[in-house]
């Protein structure tokens, strides 16, 4: 899967879109393109700062809805994952069971997102590798892209680079996600301490809320060069930010020598998760954003699934903008409102909101939302 790159010193004008980052978010977007209007997609180019396959933290959970979006998109991924049957929702000494057969898959972002980037290049894709996004002017055509292979002038850039994006930062919109933290590592399977892995099934313990975190600890089967492996991890959603903050690294420790981890924190993992609240801005002139680009949700904390939904919104606003010669985007924003990923993260982030107030019992909620 070379990159096919037709940049010089000159400007390049082949293509009308520019999709930054080929993530799920961003594949998503132009196989929606394709499959909506295909004339778009072939003058589309995506550029992805490294070469596949590439690895992303990430806790790798596709939803049933991200699998019918899959489905949709005629799309049959075959790469290593563990189906799981039943989720365990945790808090103290009680529990709530989600059972439905398959209705989450746990994957490795290193091997689904070149599966799917494979399946994109070959009906059609323009990928760049190792091309990476490094600023942005208006022109009278639109906009003037500059990366670290050349110049574009395309009509519309979609900034799907991730939670620390580039493009957002370069948009400089009024508002902008908030974030989470998250830490996670990846370990053998124990038979004796991971039950999870033969159960096919996944634990997110919401404990820790006693002890201040605005979050929860998981444990996620899945596979690792062929091997049963575990996903631990703890996440913060930090939404009430004037609290004190809670030692997530001391909790973590406790959490992993439960299970007779001894994984020393220099190893751990670290990232941000960025979440959205109410009053977003996720559009200028010409530009767009999608997936973790945008914000996630702060209670759940997303998933492939969200990033694929994520696509077909900004497929569906990228033909509008071309039917009408209008690429403002000014309706952008009410179009994720009412779009089922806006729906979903505004849903879940009421509730995280409702949750870390003491309004509402966690498990209650997770069960009010599961059942509905």
Known sequence: MDSINKTSSGLNTDFDIMIVGGGPAGVSTWLHLHKYAPELA?????????????????????LDWGQAILRKLNIQISVPNVSINKAIYRYCNEEYCHK???????????EFDYALAKEATNRGLILHQNEE????????????????????NVRVIVGADGALSKVRAKMKLQTKPRYATAIEIFNPVNQEYDPEFKENTTLMDFTPIKEG????????PCIKNGKPFMNHGICDARIY????????KKIFSHELQSRQINFPPKKWSGHPVPWLEKQIHLSRSNMILVGDAAGIEPLIGGGIHLSLAYGDLAANAIVDAFQNSNY????????????????????L??????????????????????RK
Request: aromatic share 12%; proline share 3%; charged share 25%.
């Open 42 to 62: 072939e003058k589309t180019v995506l550029i992805e700062k490294e070469r596949y396959p590439r690895d992303k933290l990430c806790g790798g959970a596709i």
């Open 100 to 110: 439905v057969p398959n209705f989450l898959k746990i994957v490795r972002r290193l």
């Open 328 to 347: 403002s985007f000014n309706d952008y924003n009410n179009r994720f409102m009412n779009h089922s990923v806006g729906k979903y993260i505004n849903k």
């Open 213 to 220: 975190v605005q979050g929860y600890v998981w444990h996620f």
């Open 241 to 248: 930010k004037n609290r004190p903050r809670v030692n997530l």
């Open 349 to 370: 982030t009421l509730i995280a909101h409702e949750v870390y107030t003491g309004k509402n019992s966690i498990l209650d909620s997770l069960r009010a939302l599961l």
């Open 133 to 152: 996004f490094i600023d942005y002017s208006s022109s009278n055509n639109g906009v003037i892209v500059k990366t670290n292979k050349g110049k574009y």
